[in-house]
Structures are given as structure tokens and as C-alpha cells.
């Protein structure tokens, strides 16, 4: 066995029809991770709110590595503007979060969605306005603790939705 360095590995290249949406998340760290992760799984944008650390933040650029020139990103001012904007353009909205009607995320058929917006809640609050999604998705957990963070809700959720789209045949 020999352990593969970043030079050696050719990943196969692709875009998903996915949007992110965060619903103002304030930590740099989460930002730059959102750029990192997002790139990894292919996702087509991400949205931050107008109060989220910008790219322009120290720990933001470190933290994202060169992943901010790869992906495209914009801000918003309104949040729900911006979730009835993407609602028109198609996109279903689907929100991370925790609510008497989540579907487990395992049960959750991504492909029936020609395009998805996956809605990440702030830190602190969640999502400012549930009543605008058209699906809560939640990760099981089995500890005693109810929540993660932000940023490893995504990757999961990342992972779920392209691995289920990636093995998708019509």
C-alpha cells in the first residue's frame, strides 16, 4: 500500500444541480469550509448573507484554500427573496434542520428534484423561516447530543444527495 499524495489523484470532474443557501452563517471557519466541501462534492454556488464573513477575510481565504476561484458564490440581502428567487428558477428547497416533519436523510429520493438548493441554518438560530422550504432533511445521530455543526451537516448531507445522483440511471 502506498499513501497518495494530491498530485497522484485525478478525480473524475463534475458538476450536480445544486445550490447552497446559508442562512447567515457568521463563523469564518464555517464560510471557508463551505467553499472546500461545496467544491469537493460539485456543487454550482454557493449564497452567503450580506453579513457573513466575505472572501476577503483572512481565515475565510485560509480556511477555503483556493476553492473560492473555483466555485461560483454570491451575497444576499433578503432571505426570502433569495429562497423565492431559486423557488422560481426551478429549485427545490431543502433544509437541514431539525422539524417535526424531517424526513431522515437515508429516506430521502434526491432524484425525483431536477435541482436542489440545500439550506444550511445560522449557527446559533437555524433556519430563519422554515415555513419556506418545501423539505426538512435530518442526519441520524445516536449520541446523546440533538445537533452538529453546520459545516459536517453539509458534507454528510453532500454526500448523500451526489452519491445518490451519481448512481442514478434514467
Do not use: W
Amino acid at each position: 500500500m502506498k499513501q497518495l499524495t494530491h498530485y497522484d489523484i485525478n478525480n473524475k470532474q463534475q458538476q450536480f444541480p445544486i445550490t447552497i443557501v446559508c442562512d447567515a452563517i457568521r463563523t469564518p471557519e464555517n464560510i471557508g469550509m463551505c467553499f472546500r466541501i461545496s467544491e469537493s462534492f460539485g456543487v454550482e454556488k454557493i449564497y452567503f448573507h450580506e453579513t457573513s464573513p466575505n472572501t476577503e477575510n483572512r481565515i475565510v481565504k485560509k480556511t477555503a484554500r483556493s476553492t473560492v476561484e473555483q466555485i461560483k458564490y454570491d451575497f444576499y440581502t433578503n432571505f426570502e427573496v433569495i429562497i423565492n428567487q431559486l423557488k422560481k428558477e426551478g429549485n427545490t428547497i431543502i433544509g437541514i434542520e431539525i422539524t417535526d416533519k424531517s424526513i431522515n436523510i437515508q429516506d430521502f429520493d434526491f432524484k425525483n428534484h431536477e435541482k436542489i438548493v440545500l439550506l444550511l441554518g445560522s449557527e446559533r438560530n437555524g433556519i430563519e423561516n422554515i415555513n419556506l422550504l418545501d423539505y426538512s432533511i435530518e442526519i441520524p445521530m445516536y449520541g446523546r447530543n440533538s445537533s452538529m455543526n453546520v459545516i459536517h451537516s453539509l458534507a454528510i448531507s453532500l454526500y448523500e444527495v451526489t452519491n445518490q445522483l451519481v448512481n442514478y440511471k434514467d
